[in-house]
């Protein structure tokens, strides 16, 4: 396994490696979103598991146009339903979308270590804040090591700005969002009999 594979779980470089010094970076609020519904496309994801509901999340195709259209086309495959979320950190984010480990009722000791067959992703960094409801790509410590996981965020996290891709906002359900499993402050995160993304779709 290169060193890329092992790092792709991470949001940040040094976040999903350093344990307990996760937490001394969140900052912010847990104030409501106030997002609205853009041109889309949105995707829609069906949650499941100790919590369920829908989640909406307008995608920006203007701010990253090469990552929502490789996640747009995950989701139209199916590649992400079952897809569990691996790594929630209470006050920080919700982190998913890992196709190749993190499916439900597989293996998941390797969760948060893989990603889809499409090339990674070129970084799309903006002047965009990483705001409670934020959703951006996960990626490891090379800036162009994007490829299908994402997280959404409970809280604002401004050292994220301009090192991440932002590629959408939630605009329903983020009291789903808040009700995922959530892991222990000893694993980083890691959720044991995590909650699941079980559809993913894309609405135009």
């Not at 990552?67 to 569990?84: C, F, P």
Request: glycine content about 12%; cysteine-free.
């Amino acid at each position: 396994m290169s060193d890329t594979r092992v790092f792709v779980g991470a949001i940040a470089a040094g976040l999903a490696v350093t344990g307990l010094a996760v937490y001394l970076y969140v900052q912010g609020t847990t104030s409501a979103v106030a997002a609205e519904d853009g041109p889309g496309p949105n995707l829609v994801i069906e949650v499941g598991g100790a919590t369920s509901g829908k989640v909406v999340i307008d995608l920006l195709p203007e701010v990253a146009p090469k990552h929502v259209a490789q996640i747009t086309e995950l989701a139209r495959t199916g590649a992400y339903d079952n897809v569990v979320f691996h790594r929630v950190i209470d006050g920080f984010m919700a982190q998913t979308g890992d196709v190749e480990h993190g499916k439900f009722g597989s293996d998941l000791e390797l969760a948060g270590t893989g990603k889809s067959a499409l090339p990674n992703l070129p970084a799309e960094f903006s002047n965009l804040s990483f705001q409670r409801g934020v959703v951006g790509m996960a990626r490891s410590s090379k800036p162009d090591s994007a490829n299908s996981q994402f997280f959404i965020m409970f809280a604002s996290a401004d050292h994220l700005n301009g090192e991440y891709t932002v590629v959408g906002h939630v605009i329903e359900g983020m009291d789903v969002v808040d009700s995922i499993k959530k892991g222990g402050f000893d694993q980083n995160g890691a959720v044991a009999d995590p909650d699941r993304m079980v559809t993913v779709t894309v609405e135009e």
